[in-house]
């Protein structure tokens, strides 16, 4: 019982966000507007978390994290369903490029400042940092080309969290691959039905207008 509450003492704080962090995720795939306070928590969480292990350029994405998840929360909001629900907005081809290489243009920018704050591995940690505010971004926009990028984020995050000695975090971003993969099966779904609704009353209307045109006949 005592090394528990050793761990507890000791990594608490960190098996917080990573609950917390699950919950908002799965939320997320769910394309509840619930997701947005939950994974705030989180957010203020690992800044703290990052903060005491001296990783400040974590940290530093953390709080830009507060940000962006602030807007995706107002914006979801704003779009949200009577069902509470949030529709799947496509993306474009200018827009998937510009977010290509607005993450590019953000990891130069970052690494220059993690290079100052002294991060172990800056031009990685900016990489990943720029394009997971993208991923963040697109989040926000509601696109489901955020979860491909995720996948694409999340599964190096794993190897460089062992690296930092954060095995319970590296294990926090390994779900976070499956988590990723079920976002962009349920988003697809949910983009799926709504295209179907979107031609069955498309049809429907014609069917109406139809009917309206032959009583006029009459």
Known sequence: MTPLLDYL???GLELAGVISTVLGIWLTTQRRLLCWPVVLVADVIYLEVFYRARLFSDAL???????????????WWRGARDDGEIAVVPLGKRGRIGGLLAGAA??????QVMVRVGAALPWLDATLASYSLVATWWAARKHIANWWLWIAVDVIYVGEYVYKGLQATAVLYAGLVALAILGVREWRRA???AQAQGAGGSG???????????????
């Not at 994405?61 to 914006?75: E, K, M, N």
């Not at 953000?106 to 690494?111: H, K, P």
């Not at 429907?204 to 009459?218: D, H, P, T, Y």
Request: a positive charge; charged letters at 15%; hydrophobic letters at 50%.
């Open 9 to 11: 003492r000791t990594h």
């Open 191 to 193: 983009a799926q039905e």
């Open 61 to 75: 994405l953390q709080a830009l994290f507060v940000v962006f998840t602030l807007y995706g929360w107002w914006h």
């Open 204 to 218: 429907a209307g014609m069917a109406r207008s139809a009917v309206e045109k032959n009583r006029q006949c009459l």
């Open 106 to 111: 953000g990891a130069v920018v970052l690494a």
